[in-house]
Nanobody
């Protein structure tokens, strides 16, 4: 049974940085593209970033482009989301997913002074 286990997140001041991690178990991580989504209170889920199985191609939502970086370490079966220059509007629960089939448990990110 496949599983994604997230870590990282928390409370940070505006302008700060956080890194989210998402560790995969029980499926072939190296064959799977990976994606981060987020959902703010009262809002629909929003796509944040994606990375292909080899890591060769990354794509980002306009709202995070230039501030967030998605990466992966296939040897560790882990995908990361480095978030810099955080803004209050980045506050949300962040989820990783493998092909929208396996989902992480979600991680709260709160950006506030």
């Amino acid at each position: 049974q496949g599983q994604l286990v997230q870590s990282g997140g928390g409370l940070v001041q505006p302008g700060g940085s956080l890194r989210l991690s998402c560790a995969a178990r029980g499926f072939t991580f190296t064959s799977s593209s990976m994606t981060w989504y987020r959902q703010a209170p009262g809002k629909e889920r929003e796509w944040v970033a994606s990375i292909t199985s080899t890591g060769a191609i990354t794509t980002y939502a306009e709202s995070v482009k230039g501030r967030f970086t998605i990466s992966r370490d296939n040897a560790k079966s882990t995908v990361y989301l480095q978030m810099n220059s955080l803004k209050p509007e980045d506050t949300a629960i962040y989820y990783c997913t493998a092909r929208s089939y396996y989902w992480g448990q979600g991680t709260q990110v709160t950006v506030s002074s």
